[in-house]
């Protein structure tokens, strides 16, 4: 079974920085894209950060400049840096990966991480 697991959220004063962490876990043949995710009290899910295996990026307009992900792949873990924070990015941030599951395969399912609590005060 696979399992998404993210730490590294908190309370934070705007301007400040936090780095979150999800590794994935479990019977994995590839992982394809890998990435984040938030959710603010009363709107949609929305993109924040996403990475291919070969460490392309694209993220939100809203986190240009301010946030950076990157990947181990070797650990299956993704990582995102958070710096110039703003209340705005207060959130729950979920982790995903795109990845085959099992030993070998060609199918890609998508999972997600419950989530990490990213509260940033002003």
């Known amino acids: 079974q696979v399992q998404l697991v993210e730490s590294g959220g908190g309370l934070v004063q705007a301007g400040g920085s936090l780095r979150l962490s999800c590794v994935a876990s479990g019977s994995i043949f590839r992982i394809n894209a890998m990435g984040w995710y938030r959710q603010a009290p009363g709107k949609q899910r929305e993109l924040v950060a996403a990475v291919t295996s070969g460490g392309s990026t694209n993220y939100a307009d809203s986190v240009k400049g301010r946030f950076t992900s990157s990947r181990d792949n070797a650990k299956n873990t993704v990582y995102l840096e958070m710096n110039s924070l703003k209340s705005e990015d207060t959130a729950v941030y979920y982790c995903?990966?795109?990845?085959?599951?099992?030993?070998?395969?060609?199918?890609?399912?998508?999972?997600w991480g419950k989530g990490t609590l990213v509260t940033v005060s002003s």
């Open positions: 995903y990966a795109a990845l085959i599951p099992g030993d070998w395969g060609t199918k890609v399912m998508n999972y």
